[in-house]
């Protein structure tokens, strides 16, 4: 099946800081990935749609400057959380789909703790 | 805008009993179901959705529009199935924008 995979799975850095989180599809092109966030025993929330070569669609209440999505190629889009503060501490997870099947395959996430 | 609700948090059984996760949906168009289920240290991954009508795991699901739902069901659990069920939700057939529920975690007892 379609690999996608997360980096890095687990993050810690200091209030302030700018965080980078990549979601590559290993074996298979994406035009459109997804980005989620998951709260602790809670769901998963949609984010952003990250569609290659155009600019990501946002959620309502997402805010698009302080969650900055780059989706450069076919295989990989970024997550840059900017000035992170602890509030932006969770679980974020990444979806890709695979063009022609109506299916998203998940990433394994990535643990982002802000000091 | 569409919502998925997954009634219970938690949903306790023992091996060999029939399992029944309830999931309720609403929306406008003609949505289609999926379900999601998380292993413990797993990532998320596919069970079954509504259009292919099939069993995975011995579990279906049916999509019963006069009462928005898709509960998921198997006659017969399995410690193995124990792990956390996401319902989701996506607005059309393009596989976009999938609103999931807030799961249900299934503990099924030896």
């Known amino acids: 099946g379609a690999v996608v995979s997360q980096h890095p799975s687990r993050v810690i850095c200091k209030s302030g800081t700018s965080v980078k989180i990549e979601c590559r599809s290993l074996d298979f092109q994406a035009t459109t990935m997804f980005w989620y966030r998951q709260f602790p025993k809670k769901s998963l929330m949609l984010m952003a749609t990250?569609?290659?070569?155009?600019?990501?669609?946002?959620e309502q209440g997402v805010e698009k400057d302080k969650f900055l999505i780059n989706h450069a190629s076919l295989t990989l889009s970024t997550l840059t959380v900017t000035s992170a503060h602890p509030e932006d501490s969770s679980f974020y997870i990444c979806?890709?789909?695979?063009?022609?099947?109506?299916?998203?395959?998940f990433g394994p996430g990535t643990r982002l703790t802000v000091l | 805008a569409q919502r998925v609700t997954q009634p219970e948090k938690l949903l306790s059984v023992f091996k060999g009993a029939p399992v029944e996760l309830k999931c309720n949906y609403s929306?406008?168009?003609?949505?289609?179901l999926f379900w999601y289920v998380q292993y413990s240290r797993q990532r998320l991954q596919l069970l079954l959705r509504?259009?292919s009508r099939e069993s995975i795991k011995g579990f279906t699901a049916d999509l019963n529009k006069g009462e928005t739902s898709f509960h998921l069901k198997k006659p017969f659990a399995q410690e193995e199935d124990s792990a956390m069920y996401y319902c989701a939700l996506s607005p059309n057939n393009a596989g976009n924008m999938l609103t999931f529920g807030g799961g249900t975690r299934l503990m099924v007892k030896p």
């Open positions: 979806s890709a789909r695979v063009p022609g099947v109506n299916e998203q395959f």
């Open positions: 509504h259009i």
């Open positions: 990250s569609n290659e070569g155009s600019k990501a669609t946002y």
């Open positions: 929306y406008s168009g003609s949505p289609e």
